[in-house]
């Protein structure tokens, strides 16, 4: 297939051939949401602890009498029912989140991803994309040239200008290709590719 082109005007230039495997494979919800789920459950640390009845401070003398309360029996304060007590089942600190997704499944998470968005035409090929200086106002007006906001750029060389004009925006994000993640191409409005990162994709993932 054949993506359309532009330069940093926004003028159309000569379209570029695409793979097939990477920007028109049928959608799959399920493969997505997997994808997705998967990044973002091995990004979690776990750094949540709580205790367990053996670890709260507590005394173990018997609350109050066996019979003849009228209460239901107690032994210790612990007890995860009482104010206080323990957690029944206590999250650890070296609680594991990871979930596994094979390599050949993740390549065809990419590839899904990106054939929807130029289905959706939230896909812009870009001739090339550089600053002479790390300007992050000289940046935002080649943005608003471009029409674009809320936009992942994924550019072959992230140069110090480029990173440096870029990464106060909260709604821009500059990355390589290499570091192009499925939650990033799905939370943004637009993804931008140059011309060399879209070749580095379908090195990567085709």
Known sequence: MELKVINASGEAQSAIAA????????????????????YLANARSGNRAQKGRAEVNHSTKKPFNQKGTGRARAGMTSSPLWRGGGKTFPSSPDENFTQKVNRKMFRAGIATI???????????VLD?????????????????????????IVTHDLDENLYLASRNLPNVLVVEPSAADPVSLVRFKKVVLTREALQAFEEIYA
């Open 114 to 124: 990106l054939s929807q968005l130029v289905r959706e035409d939230r896909l812009v």
């Open 128 to 152: 090339s994309f550089a600053l002479e200086s790390p300007k992050t106002k000289a940046f935002v007006e080649k943005l608003v040239g471009l029409k674009l906001d809320n936009v992942l």
């Open 19 to 38: 793979s097939d495997a990477l920007f028109a494979r049928d959608f799959s919800e399920a493969l997505v949401h997997q994808v997705v789920t998967a």
